[in-house]
């Protein structure tokens, strides 16, 4: 690990110990899809430099909630494996995951990306409830972006399972793909020292202070966000951010 | 003994001494002291390896010795039926106790007392034999890591479909209606030792010996392909 005081004293003075620029992704940035293509219905993995995460789409039946009687849902869930990194532990899932998996959830949700009501099979009775699971395989800094991406990727790889209205025949896929609407993707900006930056290492989130999250749609609308990190943003900050992560995200749309 | 039914013929068109195909590559992931990545058919399986480090709590630890401790973990989309609920069920439990137990004989962590060595397997996809790729994925990664090892584990399922002793069964397989027995082996392939023998079903002694007789032959072509792919990253003797 590379000390925090080394790396904020290195942004101030304009660099960052990979020598990347402060807007500038590890390369590669990369999308694989059906990953796991028999057992899933949807499947993906994406790089961003050594940060490697899967995401997977499994979808099943449930009975609509009693408010959205005609709408379907989404479930999404994150897993940081301690596969990924010695930082990570077994066990029941951490702050960080929950928090990782409920931005992507907002991500997804609240751009309407899924057509909610294309979910539901019968009116107060059944509908599909499409389940993202996104797990951590190598965990080297930026999984909200990675995550978020991923998400995406496995929503637009998979196609519902045959389903005669009373079981699911998972072992038979139909052609259909998932009701997309809109393809939101994330971007978050971190500040380290008094520079923002984006894609950070892991050496490098440690050294950050505040991060923005920012989820935009195709149409560059923004659908969602997340500040996080111990300390205040300036207004001029937030504003810089939405300029940074509205770019970057059309750059990392063009890797689906 | 349940009916047995004829299966003269298998499902997806391989000999029954066939395995399905089966690729590794080892040093995956970045952050690990070792990783691999094992797939026999459609199951495919990851292991990362950190350690050896100071085990927690503390009564655990062994003065003697290093600890292994291996954790098995099917990711929640990676069955072809319902979703897989996150975090340890029995299931995985006593597959992560196994599997632990097939890779301690060809391991030395003698020189590391009162640490652990911890392998984390996480399944990404599965068709049957997901233990078994699970130790041959963790014992790659072990080897990855460069932990003195007597051999690799290699590890395959044997069985009898129908009356027909088979290796490697797939789900198709382990469904057939006509019956089923699923026996997961692993061993250590140079001196033909076993490590890993589960069986699940009703078989005769001689259907057995004839399973276990295909399992080896498996085990032996699984390692050629372990050893591949450590040669892969790290050179080898040339012929």
Known sequence: MIAK?????????????????????????????????????????????????????????????????DKGTIMVNAELTPLSSSEYESGPPTIDSIELARVVDRGIRESHAIDFKKLCITPKEKMWIVCIDI???????????????????????????????????????????????????ACTVWRVGDKLLVDPTRDEELASDARLTIAFTEEDEICAMQKGGERAFSDEEVENIITIASEKAKMLREAL | MSEQKDYDKRIDGRRFDETRPVSAEVGIIKNAVGSAKFTIGKSTALAAVYGPRELHPRFKQNPETGILRCNYNMVAFSGSGNRVRPGPSRRSKEISLVTTQALEPVMDLSEFPKAVVD?????????????????????????????????????????????????DLDYNEEAFEGGSVDIPVAMMPRTGEITLLQLDGTLSKEQFKEALKLAKVGCRQIYDVQKAALKAKYGGAKK
């Open chain 1, 5 to 69: 005081e080394y790396i904020v004293g290195l942004a101030k003075k304009g660099f960052r110990n990979d020598g990347r620029d402060f807007s500038e992704y590890r390369a590669p940035v990369t999308v694989e899809y059906g990953i796991s293509g028999k057992a899933a219905e949807g499947s993906a993995k994406v790089t961003i430099g050594d940060t490697i995460v899967i995401a997977g789409v499994k979808v099943e039946i449930g009975t609509p909630y009693p408010d959205t009687p």
């Open chain 1, 135 to 185: 797990y951590s395989i190598n965990a080297n800094g930026n999984l909200f972006d990675a995550s978020a991406l991923a998400a995406l990727a496995a929503l637009k790889d998979a196609k519902f399972p045959a389903f005669d209205g009373e079981t699911i025949d998972y072992k038979n896929r139909t052609k259909d793909g998932l009701p997309l609407n809109k393809l939101p993707l």
């Open chain 2, 119 to 167: 392998v984390f397997i996480e399944l990404i996809e599965t068709d049957a034999g997901t233990r078994c790729a699970g130790i041959c994925a963790a014992s790659l990664a072990l080897a990855d890591a460069g932990f003195p090892m007597k051999d690799l584990v290699a590890a395959v399922s044997c069985g009898v479909v129908g009356k027909t002793p088979v290796v």
